[in-house]
């Protein structure tokens, strides 16, 4: 078979850069809004998530292993970092964000691990269930992070911060509300009438300027924190000013260093596979997540907060005929671009206009489909689903790695129990003292039991054989359950003799059984 041939660097840079151009510039637009509202719901600054943004798009432009694939702060990764952000302000002022940057820098060692230990191929294994469950969470936990901004802070007093330090109250909370509706008709009205310009950006437009011309008092992203004000600059997040170079500090930040790898690399993986469908092409994941790793690390290195591929921006990239790697350069240079032009235009955006924004991302996250065919759906999916959402939405502070590692173990569990009942063992009467079982089906540390349930162990004819032919043996738990029986016959004065082991069972069994030989 032929090897498929990598493309040429003029094919990953110049294939089409008129397309390419005009494609990441529209891309940029939209991920101005959701970069600032992710900052907020971290807890940091809108530059953290900017300058994250910038740096993500920039270093995995040059290191990705999928061509015209957006990377930036995410609502999922930004979720994670709530509790240490809070964390580090408790431990002193302007510490929050010290701790997100070593929690970057963590995250992108461990997915540069991730990437040489091929955990891509490892996740080919999560099952739909578990996808799904995921994704309902994560929307759900980007929904109900806008309802301060709404007015329903069901958290007030539990020491808020970031995007819930300056929340609407009184004649505020109307005007807010209509504003938010008012977005949520043009993010979802406008594209029946034009796709030209995403319908977010739009909605801001409009919004900040009917806030600006009525002179309405209510919050801003100015709210939020700091703007940049020029390129962003390295800086360690150690020594003066900064967090203590420790083994304390790694103890701190390595659960949340270790979620965002997780979670980010799963986000990033499912936004590749749609890229792939769409554009009928297979990239590498591993090589996509040593990417990743290193476009962390570099994110955390000039002041911008950890990421993760954004599924909306890379499908809306390819959509309007994004292909290569220029198309993500360009939006992380025409955000940063736009950023510095018009920095003081982006801190009169009325925090409405991003709760719009995030409602709408929020929805489109969301696995709809799933949840219209519930009933349609084997319970033990649906269970999966179920677990997957509940340990998320249980856990303080609500933890989607912890989630998936709770679906993936149940899915497990009762994978193993339908394998387990395949097995099917026949007893077929040859005559009054010689009786022949039949086995089919997997023989492993589930199955055992159904096995040792088809032998009558009580009845002990002269001869017995037992045919193995049509079955495969696992592990030690199927090798002991075979022993078992084999032991049992013989104890009781019966020839037992084993017929039909393939090599590998064969080889497994004479290795670490007890019997002398499986042909006695």
Request: proline letters at 4%; aromatic letters at 6%; a neutral charge.
């Amino acid at each position: 078979m032929a090897k498929r041939s990598s493309p040429t660097l003029v094919n990953q840079w110049l294939a089409n850069p008129s397309k390419d151009l005009l494609s990441g510039l529209v891309v940029a637009f939209a991920m101005i809004p959701e970069a600032i509202a992710f900052s907020g719901i971290a807890g940091v600054d809108p530059k953290v998530g900017l300058f994250g943004a910038f740096c993500l798009s920039l270093t995995i432009a040059v290191l990705g292993g999928r061509m015209a694939m957006i990377t930036s702060a995410t609502g999922s990764t930004a979720l994670l970092m709530t509790g240490l952000v809070a964390t580090g302000e408790a431990r002193g002022a302007g510490l929050g964000v010290q701790y997100l940057m070593v929690a970057g820098l963590v995250t992108g060692l461990l997915q540069i691990l991730w990437g040489y230990l091929r955990l891509a191929y490892q996740m080919r294994f999560v099952p739909q269930g578990v996808l799904s469950g995921f994704v309902n969470a994560l929307a759900l936990l980007i929904f109900q992070a806008q309802l301060p901004q709404l007015g329903l802070n069901l958290h007030a007093g539990d020491g808020d911060h970031g995007a819930s330090s300056l929340l609407p109250h009184g004649g505020q909370i109307p005007v807010v509300w209509g504003l938010v509706l008012l977005g949520l008709v043009i993010i979802y009205g406008l594209p029946r009438l034009t796709r030209v310009v995403p319908s977010q950006l739009v909605a801001i437009i409009v919004l900040t300027a009917i806030t600006v011309g009525f002179s309405f008092d209510i919050p801003t992203v100015s709210s939020l924190g700091t703007l940049p004000a020029g390129l962003p600059s390295f800086s360690l997040p150690f020594g003066e000013g900064g967090v203590p170079f420790s083994l304390d500090t790694l103890g701190l930040v390595l659960p949340t260093a270790l979620a965002i790898s997780l979670v980010g690399l799963m986000e990033t993986f499912l936004t590749q596979d749609i890229l792939d469908d769409k554009t009928d092409t297979t990239t590498n994941k591993n090589v996509e997540a040593r990417g990743q790793g290193i476009a962390n690390i570099v994110a955390s290195l000039f002041g911008g907060m950890a990421g993760c591929a954004l599924v909306g921006q890379s499908v809306m990239n390819v959509d309007n005929g994004g292909r290569t790697r220029l198309s993500t350069l360009f939006s992380g240079v025409s955000l940063l671009a736009m950023i510095l032009l018009a920095g003081p235009w982006l801190k009169q955006i009325p925090m409405a206009a991003l709760v719009a924004v995030m409602i709408s991302i929020a929805v489109s996250t969301a696995d709809i489909n799933g949840l219209r065919n519930l009933r349609r759906i084997p319970k033990s999916d649906t269970s999966v689903m179920l677990m997957t959402f509940a340990v998320t939405m249980l856990t303080t502070p609500h933890n989607l790695a912890l989630g998936v590692l709770a679906g993936v173990a149940l899915a497990g569990i009762l994978f193993s129990r339908k394998v387990a009942k395949v097995i099917q063992v026949e007893p077929i009467e040859i005559s009054d003292q010689e009786r022949l079982y039949r086995v089919q089906g997997q023989l492993f540390f589930v199955s055992k039991v159904y096995f040792l349930q088809g032998f009558d162990l009580h009845d002990h004819p002269e001869r017995i054989t037992i045919d193995l032919s049509q079955a495969h043996i696992w592990d030690q738990s199927g090798v002991a359950a075979l022993d078992q029986v084999i032991r049992k016959y013989r104890s009781g004065g019966s020839v037992v003799s084993v017929i039909g082991l393939n090599e590998e069972s064969l080889d497994l069994f004479e290795r670490i059984g007890g019997q002398e030989s499986a042909h006695a």
